[in-house]
Every structure is written in structure tokens, then in C-alpha cells.
């Protein structure tokens, strides 16, 4: 990532993993995972989530608040309502709020996720294909694979991307200017049938633009509602400083260059790490060279030109330095490549017994009570030890 820290980093409501956070990761914002605490929520306030009431309040504090004053008042009529002032998972709750609640994180990227769902999708889709008894080749096999196949899946949504049309939500919105100061005006924007204003508020000067519903904040990307009042000043093109990289065509364009600077500041010029920097920018040739059979050649063409430079700059090393500095590569090289000659099998690792580790899914507080409530109600009845037995033989 070359020494940058993410944004946002989505946890369950671990305690541990929320202080190695505050300690390491300084500037990103600390969220927790909606999905985890819906799922608690089920297991803490069993009394009442099943009431229809109660879900609808809980559901619309979690996902409809987005301002910090309504979110304060509709969590205080949902515990004032269901007598749960004193509840101690809620109130434990409620004081994380800054980290789970959407009213208090418009203000900071986080693509629109509200889960750790990235990682729950990835291991589900390993946990598919792994099983015990597979060997350990089987496991590299499978995983290389797998990510073959989810590599192939992102160059199809990044060309569908590439080729997609722009969005046109914006020209159906209601806007009016309700005031106007020098060179900054600030607009309604309305929704046909929604009653949600959006005020929008646009600096004419330096073409500064920003919309309540803080989407380019969460997102990256523009609203709606600010393309609109964009639309009305009769612009043909969407301000520089409201295309993030991250969204454009060359997004994956100079990554490579970012790790290679950050390698050679710490020092690690290393043969094994120029060879990882090489293979990234080659992996991104190759990716776009294989798109049509013109780049192909193209491709070619030029690696061939350059394993000639290659070879030429070697025949030209004269200094004893270069030619030590070679020699030792070459060594350390040959040094971690396998022996041909070496016909000793690879072995799987020992297998130890896993710690609460396993494929199956993870069944939910109600499948486990009711699993054990089944097997109390059919186990027999033994007679009390102060009962009396009589026994004939």
C-alpha cells in the first residue's frame, strides 16, 4: 500500500483488535461490522426483537439515520418505549455509536460499506473448496485456481466499466435556489415522491461543491443532487477535483511505482524485491497485452527489444563492483531454487487438531437452542437415585 494507512477498517465488536487499531492505525476510522451486531442484537434483546414495533425502531436507527439529532431521538423513544434504559448490551451499545452508526460517518470515506463483508465473501469462497483431507498441493492448486478465476471476473466489471454509460438520475430532481451570497449559493434539491431535501451548497468561485447526503465523502463519487446544480450553471464537464483516481480508467495505473519508491526509501533494493516490483508491472502489461491479438504482438515486440538491452547492459558490466554484485544475485538465486536432481517428495505439514476452526457454517443462537432443547426432551427418564428399584431375575 506504500506506507499509507486505510481509510476505514471494519471489526466485530472485539475489544482487543479495537486497541492494536487506536495503536497503529492512527489516522483510519475504526467501524464495526452492522452484520455482527444485528445478529447479537437477536441473541441480547431476545425479549422484544421479535416484536414487530421494536424491529422497525431498531432497524431505523441502524439504516434510516442520517443526521445525529434524529438518530438521537428515535433511539431514545425506542428505549423509553421497551423499558430498556437499563439494559447493559444496549447501553454498551449506544456508547460505540460513533462507530456503527451512518449519522456520525458521512464525513468519511468508506465505499458504502457497512460490513466486513469482503472478507466474510472471501473465506466463504475458500471454505468452499478447502477441505481436510486435501493435500497440501491440492490446497495450492485449487487456491491458484480460484484466484484465476476472481481476477478474471474483475477485468470483466472493469471493461464493462470502461464501456458503461454515465449516469442521467440528475436530470429528473427538483432544484430551486433559496439564497444566494456573493459567489456561493445554496439549493433544495427534491425527489418526486420523496420528502427529503437536499441542500446543496455551490461556491461559484473555485468550484466547490458539497451535498448533505455527503456522498463524496463516503463514496468518491458526486450525488445526484450536486450533478444537478452543476447541470443548471450550465456545466459541460465534472470539476478536476471531483474525479478521485480510484474511480477513473487508470486507477491501476502507477501503483507499481508507488511500492517500488517505497521499497528503495527503506532501503530493500534487494534482487528479490526487484524481481516482486518487475512482476507487477509485468502482470499489468500482460493483462492489457492480451486483450486483442494486436496488442499481443505489441507486447512481444517490445519485450524483446528490451530483453536485448537487458542482455547487452550484462555483457557491459566491467567494474568488479557490478560484477560481484551480479555474481552474488546469481548465487542467491540459484541457492533458493529447488535442486533438480532432489527426488524427495513434498510432505504435507503435521496435522494438529484446529481450535474452533471449521468448514461447516456456523449455526445461529436459535439452531443451538433448539438443538438443545431437543435433546433434553428426549432423553429418558432414569429413576430418582432415592426411588426405589425393584428388579426381578
Avoid at 57 to 85: Q, T
Avoid at 127 to 132: C, D, E, G, N, P
Avoid at 263 to 292: A, I, P
Avoid at 333 to 349: A, F, H
Amino acid at each position: 500500500m506504500g506506507n499509507r494507512q486505510p481509510k476505514s477498517i471494519f471489526t466485530d465488536q472485539d475489544q482487543a483488535m479495537a486497541n492494536a487499531i487506536e495503536v497503529v492505525f492512527t489516522g483510519a476510522r475504526h467501524r464495526l461490522c452492522m452484520w455482527y451486531i444485528s445478529n447479537n442484537a437477536k441473541q441480547h434483546l431476545a425479549g422484544v426483537f421479535t416484536n414487530a414495533s421494536f424491529k422497525a425502531l431498531f432497524d431505523k436507527c441502524f439504516y434510516g439515520c442520517y443526521d445525529s439529532i434524529k438518530f438521537e431521538s428515535d433511539w431514545a423513544d425506542m428505549v423509553e418505549m421497551f423499558g430498556l434504559e437499563n439494559h447493559y448490551w444496549l447501553k454498551r451499545l449506544y456508547d460505540l455509536r460513533e462507530k456503527w452508526c451512518l449519522a456520525f460517518s458521512v464525513d468519511f470515506f468508506s465505499a458504502r460499506m457497512k460490513s466486513s463483508q469482503r472478507s466474510e465473501s472471501t473465506n466463504s469462497v475458500f471454505h468452499q473448496i478447502m477441505r481436510k483431507p486435501m493435500s497440501l498441493l491440492q490446497v495450492i492448486q485449487y487456491y491458484e485456481e480460484k484466484v484465476e478465476e476472481m481476477r478474471r471476473d474483475e477485468r470483466s466489471d472493469d471493461f464493462r466499466c470502461k464501456n458503461g454509460a454515465p449516469p442521467k438520475d440528475s436530470f429528473g430532481l427538483n432544484c430551486v435556489q433559496i439564497s444566494c451570497n456573493g459567489t456561493t449559493s445554496i439549493y433544495h434539491v427534491t425527489e418526486d415522491g420523496c420528502q427529503r431535501v437536499h441542500i446543496v451548497q455551490f461556491d461559484l468561485s473555485n468550484d466547490e461543491i458539497s451535498c448533505s447526503c455527503k456522498l463524496f465523502e463516503i463514496l468518491g463519487i458526486l450525488c445526484k443532487h450536486a450533478l444537478r446544480v452543476l447541470v443548471m450553471k450550465n456545466y459541460k464537464e465534472i470539476p478536476e477535483p471531483y474525479i478521485l483516481k480510484r474511480w477513473s480508467r487508470s486507477a491501476k495505473s502507477g501503483i507499481e511505482g508507488v511500492v517500488g519508491e517505497s521499497l528503495h526509501q527503506e532501503g530493500k533494493s534487494t534482487r528479490s524485491l526487484r524481481l516482486s516490483e518487475l512482476n507487477h508491472m509485468g502482470q499489468n502489461v500482460f493483462d492489457k497485452g492480451s486483450l486483442s491479438l494486436k496488442c499481443t504482438e505489441i507486447v512481444k515486440d517490445k519485450l524483446m527489444e528490451a530483453l536485448k538491452m537487458v542482455e547487452e547492459e550484462i555483457a557491459n558490466l566491467d567494474s568488479v563492483d557490478d560484477l560481484n554484485c551480479l555474481e552474488e544475485d546469481i548465487i542467491t538465486c540459484v541457492e533458493e531454487m529447488p535442486s533438480p536432481t532432489d527426488d524427495r517428495p513434498v510432505l504435507d505439514p503435521l496435522r494438529i487438531q484446529t481450535k474452533g476452526s471449521t468448514n461447516a457454517r456456523i449455526k445461529s443462537y436459535w439452531e443451538k437452542k433448539k438443538r438443545k432443547t431437543r435433546r433434553v426432551s428426549e432423553k429418558p427418564q432414569m429413576p430418582h437415585p432415592n426411588h426405589m428399584v425393584t428388579v426381578f431375575v
